[in-house]
């Protein structure tokens, strides 16, 4: 409640209520029966909520319908009971237990209709798209000679605790060592996500570890820009990079690194489509949500032109569209728009899904971009709420060539896990907006990324040589890999890279007669003949397509072998990419627990992520900080760590 003060005023006034209710008769309201007449039903407990809710909203403007609603709900409610003729020294299975603990008998007594007064009906107005859920007292379908106990109300916005944690992030385990000579085919999906790094950072500064399953490695990776070589023209929409060096936390193994580069355009996309997808249910009223919702899409208002359309569609307890597809220079009516907004009631996000897709299509751009940007923290809790159903619901409209972008928000209930879903099924991206310069940076700094398409369906696919690679292990894609036999399927998704994206993938190799492996051979492993193959550590393979050959396009392939004769001898010797790639896998695997780290500490991580290229925005600066903060944390920030290396 926005006026916390009213309310010892309103637990009198439901008492008075409740008192004078009880020695008068109240006015009558149909309710169905299953004889097809009315049947008059109430309770004394009614009557007072009815009262209770019109003082409420009479005596405070700052108080919305639905708060008043809330805080006048009885603890049961009674649809219908016939009156008892007979007294009673104990109450009965069919008594009313009325909020002062006694037993009474349900009077033949009924209530009104719930009729708005007109300062209610101006402030439900003032919402924009709010559906008064006017259901009275007496829910339908009331059957004559049964009590009904319907569930009771969920809190009223603002009172539910704040240190419960319903957090959901999916079970994470890390990817194992692997022996070349019994698994040589490694195959994984790309991933572009970011969320994991924000959310990280959001722990970290609040002062507290994140748990193990929110670290997902491969998304604190390429939360950085490595500044890859780009390509030059659209038909090879990305280029590759790889390079290989001694791994810092083990002398005895070695790094392969995996760089991918995504084109630049150098022209605005034909139009952009956009849906803006925005949770007004009850979880989203704290200020790192809605408000937060709003600074963050206002941000992205400044990027648009009248070649785009802007629509707004709202969901809580129901959907509805608060702005149809408008040109995107009429920034002032699509600002006023997101003004009008406010939090509460449940959320259904299956309905709030379908509808965003509607007017998607509604405002469909030929050769343009056209996408949903789901703004929330996942918390869906009424309607469509299987995890599996929502997927479905996402996997099915996404045939339609409409992305789906996920933008979480908030802390206590944040779905993580379904938020990361529902934007890898709907062929978009997903981030975590935990401050105003993550909201610029993923919709301002990174708007091509974030928004337009280059390459669809990415997988990689890298075949190690047992002759000269022993065992190896892909760090992070734990929730990516994909099996042998997808990589040639073109009916299989993967993920999508926008324009300007970078990729980056880490795998821990120990070269054969290295002295670094770490599992035991097979006693019983057929002995057979290995090829040298002219000194080829692994050969890399690389699936894509492109976006305007269509849904049902033929992926292309990019293939090329990796060469014992380029590794590097000294980690000092690797390019700022990989060491500073290198230095935030071993920060993620160490939030991980650590189990290959070998010694490696918070210190050690910090000294390797030093000079490690240009810092226009500060990000590695930052992401020192982060790490010296989580060595502080841990208690493991002692000394000067580790040798590299060693």
Known sequence: MRNPALLPGLVLGAAAALAACSQTSSRQEPVPGESGGPVTATTPELAAADATRRALIERDDSVSPREAEAASQPGDKLKAEPPKAEPRSAPSSTDEVVSDGRASAAAPVSVAPYEKSAKETKRLAEFGVAKPAVTGAIAQGAVANRVLIAPAPPPAPGLVPKDENRENYAVIDPNPIQRSIEHPVSTFSVDV????????????????????????????????????????ERGQPFSVTTEIAPTPWNAKTHLLHVGIQGWKPETKPVGTNLVFLVDVSGSMEDPDKLPLVKSALKMLLGELTSKDRISLVVYAGASGVVLEPTPGNERAKISAALDRLSAGGSTNGGEGIQLAYAMARKGWIEGGVNRVLLATDGDFNVGVTRFESLLDIVKNERKSGIALTTLGFGQGNYNDHLMEQ?????????????????????????????????ARDVKIQIEFNPAQVAEYRLIG???????????????????????????????????????????????????????????????????????????????????????????????????????????????????????????????????????????????????????KLAGTLSGQAKGEGAQIGG
């Not at 000294?607 to 500060?618: E, S």
Request: charged letters at 25%; aromatic letters at 8%; proline letters at 4%.
């Open 193 to 232: 996500d970011t969320s994991s790094y924000a959310n990280v950072r959001r722990y970290l500064t609040q002062g507290q570890l994140p748990p193990q399953d929110a670290v997902r490695v491969e998304e604190l990776i390429n939360n950085f820009d490595y500044a890859y070589k780009v390509p030059q």
């Open 422 to 454: 529902l934007a890898d099924v709907g062929d978009g991206n997903n981030a975590y907006i935990d401050s105003v310069q993550e909201a610029h940076k993923v919709l301002v700094r990174q708007r091509d990324a974030t928004l337009t398409t280059i």
């Open 477 to 627: 894609y734990e929730n990516r890999m994909l099996a042998r036999e997808d990589f040639n399927n073109d009916a299989v998704d993967a993920g999508d890279i926008g324009a300007g994206h970078t990729v980056t993938a880490l795998y821990e190799i120990a070269l054969t007669g290295s002295g670094g492996e770490s599992v035991q051979p097979l006693r019983y492993a057929p002995s057979h003949k290995i090829e040298n193959r002219g000194g080829e550590l692994a050969h890399l393979r690389l699936r894509y397509k492109r976006p305007d050959d269509g849904t049902n396009a033929t992926s292309r392939l990019i293939e090329r072998p990796l060469l014992k004769s380029e590794i590097k001898t000294d980690v000092a010797q690797a390019s700022d990419a990989l060491r500073l790639s290198a230095s935030v896998a071993a920060f993620g695997q160490l939030l991980s627990g650590g189990v290959h780290m070998k010694g490696f500490d918070y210190t050690s991580i910090e000294r390797l992520a030093r000079n490690v290229g240009d810092d226009p925005y500060g990000d590695r600066a930052g992401f020192r900080q982060l790490v």
